[in-house]
């Protein structure tokens, strides 16, 4: 395997590339189709026309010049000095690599740097490995709620970072 760099900012392909990894993992786990996709790419497309503003980054693991890897934080759209940490999916040939938690951690610098008060994001039950990686990161579970706005019954959670001084 190639070396993995992690690198902040848009690089071509990024909107089509992580809503393909999205769609590759959530499609055969959970059953999400087409309102999932919509969501995710459109969704990613409007953050990137907001990429410039300073409470809001993104950070790809590349591997032979193809995004492997991604998570975002975007400052704005909750509001509240609240960070939304979006859109953190990696490729299947690197899961378990390690990669993840060093795009997580570059996030969650970014955070702390910027001063958020806390940092929420939104998940599925059943990512046993994500879950033990944003609880590991100081996220805990603050709620939870069936939910099927993607097209499938899916017990929806939300986890709750506390802002951390640096």
Not at 133 to 155: A, K
Request: negative net charge.
């Amino acid at each position: 395997m190639s070396e993995i760099q992690i690198a902040p900012g848009y690089r071509p392909s990024l909107i089509g590339r992580i809503t393909h990894m999205h769609m590759a993992y959530y499609a055969p786990f959970a059953g999400f189709g087409q309102r999932f996709e919509s969501v995710v790419a459109g969704g990613l497309a409007s953050f990137c026309d907001r990429l410039h503003h300073p409470n809001n980054q993104i950070w790809l693991a590349i591997q032979d010049q193809q995004i492997v890897g991604s998570v975002a934080i975007d400052g704005e759209d909750l509001g509240n000095n609240t960070a939304h940490l979006r859109w953190f999916i990696m490729d299947d040939k690197v899961r378990g690599t390690g990669v993840g938690r060093q795009l997580l951690t570059k996030a969650l610098l970014f955070v702390d740097l910027q001063k958020f008060e806390e940092t929420h994001l939104w998940t599925f039950k059943g990512l046993v490995a994500a879950r033990h990686l944003y609880e590991t990161s100081g996220f805990n579970l603050v709620e939870e709620n069936l939910g099927n706005q993607w097209g499938t019954d899916i017990l929806e959670q939300r986890f709750c970072r506390v802002g951390q001084r640096t």
